[in-house]
């Protein structure tokens, strides 16, 4: 159970109490903080009111007032004043406010714990920090639409375009319901759909118009080596692109075509580095005695330009931040 006083939700539920471990152990502070799960706080009205306005508020009205301050569930007997945040929360909010201590974030409840706190004291400068610790960690690769909503929520826009980015590596069906998402609108969620169908639609144009090789390149590497390697003409490919001869090997073209479908679901170069949508092509390049002897290596040389320009493209797409 808790109760909202003049400035803090603070916590009624009686309990025994432990002293935290330090720094935040020493007695001569002059404020005393008791966490949801009883562990007691010992700190500085100072640091506190220099990082929080809320608490600064609190302290001030405090001071002012003739008599003992009531904060609804009021002072737990032991000078502690109840706060409805849990120990670990709290651990980490004053290790901002500590000047002798770094604030160091290992699992993903900490940061949506700590940030609530952070946004219900006002704790601006903790809020970056958080923000700060979200990008240096390893939550944009691993949980990327739970970073996208949090970023949304507390209005981290660098944030969310990053995580955006990184959701591109989660097909739809892959993506899930996530309850970070409970707490941004159906336009924000609408906003990374888009987002998503956009970066297919410039992947996509990669494969499918192929004005962007270098001439020369194709004819290198994939030319048609006749009986048991028809050749396919593509009328997309630039001017020199085949050095006179617009003939390139078919299992190319077939490597091509299949990759239209598999960047239409992941719409990044990443999915070059290890094509397993390719098989069928490959079966064909191995059944030309030529193409057999080299298709891996030029096909690995042309992959890290494919991949290049992929993200190349998908780059230039905008996420919109606007909502609504």
């Known amino acids: 159970m808790s109760t909202e006083g003049p400035f803090i939700t603070i916590a009624t539920t009686p309990g025994e109490s432990r002293v935290s471990d330090p720094p935040f152990d020493d007695s001569t502070g002059d404020v005393i903080l008791r966490s949801s799960d009883g562990v007691v706080f010992y700190f500085h009205k100072t640091l506190l009111s220099l990082a929080s306005p809320v608490f600064r508020d609190m302290f001030a009205l405090q001071q002012n007032c003739p008599g003992p301050i009531n904060y609804s569930a009021g002072d737990d007997g032991n000078g502690a004043i109840p706060m409805s945040e849990d120990s670990t929360t709290l651990t980490h909010l004053l290790m901002w406010c500590h000047p002798q201590t770094t604030l160091s974030l290992t699992k993903w409840p900490e940061v949506t714990n700590l940030l609530e706190a952070a946004e219900k004291y006002d704790m601006r400068g903790l809020m970056k920090g958080i923000e700060v610790s979200i990008r240096n960690g390893p939550w944009i690769g691993s949980v990327p639409l739970r970073v996208y909503a949090i970023a949304i929520r507390y209005h981290f826009e660098e944030l969310a375009k990053a995580a955006a980015k990184q959701t591109l590596n989660l097909t739809i069906e892959e993506r899930p319901n996530v309850p970070e998402l409970r707490h941004i609108s159906a336009s924000a969620l609408?906003?990374?759909?888009?987002?998503?169908?956009?970066?297919?639609?410039?992947?996509?144009?990669?494969?499918?118009?192929?004005?962007?090789?270098?001439?020369?390149?194709?004819?290198q590497l994939f030319i048609a080596h006749g009986q048991g390697c028809p050749p396919v003409t593509n009328p997309t490919l630039p001017s020199g692109s085949s050095a006179g001869s617009p003939a390139t090997a078919s299992w190319w073209s077939d490597y091509l075509r299949l990759s239209i479908p598999a960047l239409s679901k992941r719409p990044v170069g990443a999915l070059f580095h290890h094509p397993t949508f390719a098989g069928e092509a490959i079966k064909k390049a191995n059944e030309c005695a030529s193409c057999r002897k080299t298709w891996y290596t030029h096909l690995t040389k042309f992959n890290k330009e494919f991949a290049i320009e992929v993200d190349r493209r998908v780059a230039e797409v905008s996420l919109v931040m606007a909502d609504g």
Request: charged letters at 15%; one cysteine or more.
């Open 190 to 219: 609408q906003n990374l759909y888009d987002y998503y169908c956009n970066s297919v639609k410039a992947a996509v144009d990669v494969p499918t118009n192929l004005a962007w090789i270098k001439p020369g390149t194709v004819a």
